[in-house]
């Protein structure tokens, strides 16, 4: 695998999109990092491939983002619900609310609408990128901007901007006037399934508002080591 950990987050898109071209695409969950990378890709390829994993418990506000993205860009998007049998055997068995009973069933409930979708969606690709930055939470302190993705059959993951600060994406978002998602005007700063995130206070860290009654780790599975 080439190092490219020295170069910038042009040189590293510039770098997957000739290597990949159509066979790679942008993760894109409402976060405002995911538009700062579809804007950046966009620069450098006409219709860059993006997918979305509707977990059927998104904030409203994360649809309306979807769809202005789909009109500023004119991308379409790909989207993956989780599989129906699974998710109507899941509910009947635990509950709508699981996830506040147990982090296990917290779990089950990533997985069934969100790990087991990511597996289809990345399924016939040769790469993802993502909008992942390394102080977001200790367990992505040590991604690299291009990875082997040993979860998902050793594809290439590209993280673009793993070295930005929560700061440059403010900067970025507001000088280039991109659409965000308007519950970062509530004071939410990290943004996944509605009954699972909430705003979180001045000087808290940002991802502190995802699964708040947990204690441990702040991830759904999708990022995961093997
Ligand atoms: S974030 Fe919450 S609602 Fe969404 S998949 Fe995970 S447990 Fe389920």
């Known amino acids: 695998m080439q190092d490219l950990e020295s170069k910038t987050e042009k040189e590293v898109l510039s770098w997957a999109y000739s290597n990949f071209g159509d066979s790679i695409s942008i993760a894109f969950s409402g976060q405002m990092e995911d538009v700062v990378v579809l804007d950046l890709a966009s620069k450098i390829r006409k219709n860059p491939r993006l997918f979305t994993l509707d977990t059927g418990r998104l904030p409203k506000e994360t649809y309306e983002l979807m769809d202005a993205v789909r009109d500023r ?6 989207v993956y619900f989780p599989d129906k049998q699974k ?18 069933l917290r779990k089950m ?8 979708p990511l597996q289809r969606a990345l399924a016939g690709l040769s790469g993802w990128i993502t909008g992942l930055r390394r102080d977001q939470w200790d367990s992505r ?11 998902h059959g050793n594809i290439t993951k590209v ?10 994406i403010l900067e970025y978002t507001k000088s280039n006037n991109l659409p965000y998602n308007k519950l970062y005007e509530k004071g939410y700063k990290s943004i996944g399934c509605e009954p ?16 708040w009654w947990e204690e441990g780790d702040k991830e759904c599975g999708l990022h995961v080591k093997e």
Request: a negative charge; glycine letters at 6%.
């Open 73 to 78: 860009y004119n991308v379409s998007i790909d």
């Open 141 to 151: 302190a040590q991604i690299k901007k291009v990875e082997i993705d040993e979860s």
């Open 196 to 211: 699972c995130t909430r705003p979180v206070l001045e000087g808290m860290h940002p991802r502190s508002g995802r699964w």
């Open 87 to 104: 998710l109507e055997n899941m509910v009947k068995e635990h509950g709508f609310n699981l996830f506040y009973n147990s982090k296990d």
């Open 109 to 116: 409930c990533c997985g069934v609408r969100k790990v087991e």
């Open 159 to 168: 993280n673009p901007i793993a070295d930005w600060s929560y700061e440059n």
